[in-house]
C-alpha cells in the first residue's frame, strides 16, 4: 500500500505553488538488489492535479524521476481555501490520491 | 611496490588537480551553492517525519503495543521537546541513553520486539525501509524551534560528557584518526563535502540540531546520528561501532551539549 | 485535439461512466515512443518537436555541479505565450525523454521535478505553445563525490 504524499500549497500573491512530495522506489530495471537480482522496473508514470476539481497539471514520467520524487505545480488565479487533489499512477497501476487546502503564505 | 602505489597516488592526486581546476581551487561552493539550495527548499524527510508519526502511534509488535506508553525522557508518549535534552540518564535502565538508544528499549520492553531484530534493520536501504529512522525523523521533528539543552545534571551524563571528550580527540586504528583530525580545522574537506569543525561551538550549534536525522540524497533515506558515527568509524577503519553502544552515546553527549543553544530544525537535508 | 484535452475527455467519460480508473484514463497518454527512445532526435521526433526553435524566453534552473547525479532539481519556466507544455530532457541518459507536463486551468508554465542523470550533460527542455515548438538547454555536471 503506497504511503501519503506530502502535500504543501500555499498561496503567494494569486498564485498557488504547490509542491509534493512522493514516497516511491521509481526504480529504473537496471539496480541489483543485496542478492545479486535485478529489481524490476517500477516507476510513476502519470501525476494528475486538480485545483477546484479542474485538472491544471498532467505529467507524464519516465523512470528517470528521482527516487521518492518531488515536484511542483504553480496555479494562477488560486484563493486560500481552494482544494488541490494530486493523482499519481504507476506501471503496476498502483495509486495513490492525496488532498489538500491552499493556505494564505 | 609499495613505492609504485605512492608515485600512482600522486601522480592521480596531480591530475585530479589539473582536470578539474575549478572544483579544487573553489570553497567548494560556487558551482554547487543552487543545487543545495533547490534540495534544502523540499525535503522528503518529511515523508519520514510523516511514516514515523504513524509508527509510534500504532500498535504493533509481539505485545501489540504502541509507544505511546514509552518515556523518551519528557514523560509516557511526549514526544515535544525531547530532542532538547538528550542524551540523558533514564533511571529506568540506570544508563544514559541517546533517543535511538531509549527508542531501541521502548520497543523491547513495551513492544516486544527482539533487539537483535531491531538492529539488524536498523539502517534503511533501498530495499527495506527502517522503522528507526522514521521514528527519529517524527520525534526529532516535535522539537522544531526549541533550542538544544543537554543539562548533564546527573553525575553519569557528566562522565558519558567526558568520556565523549576523550574519544573525541583520541588518534586510534590503522590509521591513527581521532575524530579531531578530520573536524578539528576549518576548511578541511572530503572531496567535494566540507568537513564542519567541531572544536568551535558555533558551528556544532547550526550543525547538531539541524541534522541528524536528515534526509540523505545518495542514500535515499533518513539516517541518523548513529549512522552518521558509525559511518565516521568505518571511514578510520576502525571496527564497526556498535548500535546504541555506550562509545556512541558518550560521543553524542559530548558533541550534543556542545551545541547546547542552537536551534532545532530536522530532518535536515545532506547530499 | 491536443493530448492533454483527449485525455481529459476520457478521464470524464469514464468518470461518467462509473468506474473511474485512472491509470486507464491516461494510459493511452503516455509516451511511449518518447519515453522508450534512446536518442534526443526520435524523442523530440516523438514530441512533434524536431524542428523546435531556440528560445531565450525558456529559463532552466538547475545545479552547475551537482554532487549526486541521483537527485537533480531541474526547474523550467516558460515566458512563451500559451505554453501548453514542457518537457524535459536529459540528453545523455539511456532514455533521454525524463518527464512531460502539460498545463491548463490556470497552470502556470512552470515545472519543477528532480531526475536522475547518468553523466555530466545538457539538460534540454522543450516547450509546447500554440502548437509549434521551442527549446533551450543548460549543461549540469554531475560528479558523485567528486571528481574522479
Same mark, same amino acid.
Given at each position: ?23 516511491h522506489p521509481m526504480e529504473t530495471g537496471q539496480r541489483k538488489n543485496a542478492g ?70 | ?99 535511538e538508544s531509549r527508542l531501541l528499549t521502548c520497543m523491547v520492553q513495551l513492544q ?43 553525575a553519569q551524563e557528566r562522565d558519558m560528557y567526558k568520556a565523549g571528550e576523550y ?105 | ?9 476520457? =478521464?470524464? +467519460?469514464? %468518470?461518467? /461512466?462509473?468506474? @473511474? &480508473?485512472?491509470?486507464? #484514463?491516461?494510459? *493511452? !497518454?503516455?509516451?511511449?515512443?518518447? =519515453?522508450? +527512445?534512446? %536518442?534526443? /532526435?526520435?524523442? @523530440? &521526433?516523438?514530441?512533434? #518537436?524536431?524542428? *523546435? !526553435? ?95
Open positions: 500500500m503506497a504511503e501519503p504524499m506530502k502535500i504543501r500549497a500555499r498561496l503567494k500573491g494569486d498564485i498557488a505553488d504547490i509542491r509534493v512530495l512522493v514516497a545479486g537480482a535485478l529489481v524490476p522496473m517500477h516507476f510513476i508514470k502519470h501525476v494528475l492535479v486538480t485545483h477546484k476539481g479542474n485538472v491544471v497539471y498532467d505529467a507524464q514520467w519516465s523512470q528517470a524521476v528521482s527516487r521518492n520524487p518531488v515536484f511542483a505545480v504553480r496555479v494562477k488565479g488560486a484563493k486560500a481555501g481552494d482544494k488541490v487533489v494530486v493523482t499519481w499512477t504507476d506501471n503496476k497501476d498502483d495509486k495513490r490520491t492525496d488532498e489538500a487546502v491552499i493556505v494564505a503564505a | 611496490m609499495i613505492r609504485n602505489v605512492g608515485r600512482v597516488a600522486a601522480m592521480a592526486t596531480v591530475l585530479a588537480i589539473t582536470l578539474c581546476p575549478a572544483l579544487a581551487q573553489d570553497k567548494a561552493g560556487n558551482g554547487l551553492a543552487v543545487g543545495r539550495q533547490m534540495l534544502a527548499e523540499d525535503n522528503p524527510g518529511e515523508l519520514w517525519v510523516e511514516r514515523g508519526r504513524r509508527l509510534f502511534h500504532e500498535k504493533r509488535g509481539p505485545r501489540n503495543a504502541s509507544l505511546e506508553q514509552c518515556d523518551l525522557g519528557e514523560g509516557p508518549g511526549v514526544v515535544k521537546g525531547v530532542f532538547a535534552h538528550l542524551p540523558r540518564y533514564f533511571a529506568d535502565t540506570g544508563k544514559v541513553q541517546d533517543l516486544g520486539f527482539k533487539r537483535e531484530d531491531i538492529i539488524r534493520t536498523r539502517f534503511g536501504t533501498l530495499d527495506r525501509n527502517s522503522d528507526l529512522e522514521a521514528l527519529v525523523s517524527y520525534i526529532g521533528a516535535a522539537s522544531n524551534g526549541m533550542r538544544m539543552n543537554v543539562r548533564l545534571k546527573h574519544l573525541f580527540y583520541r588518534r586510534t586504528g590503522p590509521l591513527d584518526f581521532a575524530c579531531v583530525t578530520c573536524h578539528g580545522d576549518s576548511g578541511k574537506r572530503i572531496r567535494l563535502q566540507e568537513l564542519p569543525n567541531m572544536t568551535r561551538a558555533e558551528e556544532l550549534r547550526e550543525i547538531i540540531p539541524t541534522g541528524w536525522p536528515a534526509y540523505r540524497g545518495t542514500h535515499s533515506t533518513v539516517r541518523t546520528m548513529q549512522h552518521r558515527l558509525y559511518d565516521c568509524f568505518w571511514q578510520m577503519r576502525l571496527p564497526d561501532l556498535g548500535y546504541a553502544s555506550d562509545l556512541s552515546v558518550a560521543l553524542t553527549t559530548y558533541l550534543y551539549h556542545s551545541a547546547n543553544g542552537g536551534v532545532i530544525n530536522l530532518p535536515g537535508v545532506r547530499r | 485535439m491536443n493530448p492533454l484535452r483527449r485525455s481529459l475527455l476520457q =478521464f470524464a +467519460a469514464l %468518470a461518467a /461512466a462509473g468506474w @473511474l &480508473k485512472t491509470s486507464q #484514463a491516461v494510459a *493511452a !497518454a503516455w509516451n511511449a515512443a518518447g =519515453f522508450e +527512445a534512446k %536518442a534526443t /532526435a526520435e524523442v @523530440l &521526433k516523438s514530441l512533434g #518537436a524536431s524542428g *523546435a !526553435a531556440e528560445s531565450s524566453d525558456i529559463a532552466i534552473t538547475a545545479p552547475d555541479i551537482a554532487e549526486n547525479g541521483a537527485v537533480v532539481p531541474i526547474e523550467v519556466v516558460s515566458r512563451i505565450p500559451n505554453t501548453q507544455a514542457i518537457s524535459i530532457i536529459a540528453e545523455k541518459n539511456p532514455f533521454p525523454l525524463a518527464a512531460t507536463m502539460q498545463f491548463a486551468n490556470g497552470a502556470e508554465p512552470y515545472a519543477y521535478v528532480r531526475i536522475k542523470m547518468g553523466q555530466t550533460a545538457h539538460v534540454r527542455a522543450i516547450v509546447q505553445a500554440g502548437g509549434k515548438f521551442f527549446t533551450a538547454t543548460r549543461e549540469v555536471k554531475i560528479t558523485i563525490g567528486g571528481c574522479g
